[in-house]
C-alpha cells in the first residue's frame, strides 16, 4: 500500500493526489497539518529516498521563513533537523509519498510515472 502524506489545501498535493486518483492507484491519505511525521519516520524516509535531511524542509513556508531556517540548517545535523521537522508538518516538503522502499518528496509527474512503472513491473514479474 501507498502512504500519501500531504496537506489539503496545498495546490501541488492536490495535483499529486488527482494524478494518483487519474491512474488508479490506491493509497492512504493523511494529512500532515492533523498527523505530523515523527522524526523516527522521517530518518526512514531520508534513508529511503536518498535525500539530505534539509530536502525534506517546505523552504517555502511561513513557518520556515519566519524561525529564520535558511540560515539556521546548515549548523544542525540530521537527528536535529528530524526532531525539528517533527514538530509541526507545516515545515514539512510535501506531498510525500511512501511505497515500499521508495519515497518521493515533493510532486513532479515524470517521478510519479517512474514509481507507478517500477511498481507495475514488479507485479507483472511476480
Partial sequence: ?????????????????????????????????????????????????????KKFFNSSGQLYRSLGLKDKLKDMNDEEMQSLL???????????????DRVLVGYKETEYQELKDSVSRGVEDE
Fill in 86 to 100: 517533527s514538530t509541526d508538518g507545516m515545515l514539512v516538503k510535501r506531498p510525500i509519498l511512501v511505497a515500499g
Fill in 1 to 53: 500500500m501507498v502512504l500519501f502524506v500531504c496537506y489539503p489545501k496545498c495546490s501541488t498535493c492536490r495535483k499529486a493526489q488527482k494524478w494518483l486518483d487519474d491512474h488508479g492507484i490506491p493509497y492512504d491519505f493523511r494529512d500532515i497539518k492533523e498527523q505530523n511525521p515523527t522524526a523516527e519516520e522521517l530518518a526512514l524516509w531520508k534513508e529511503k529516498s536518498g535525500l539530505p535531511m
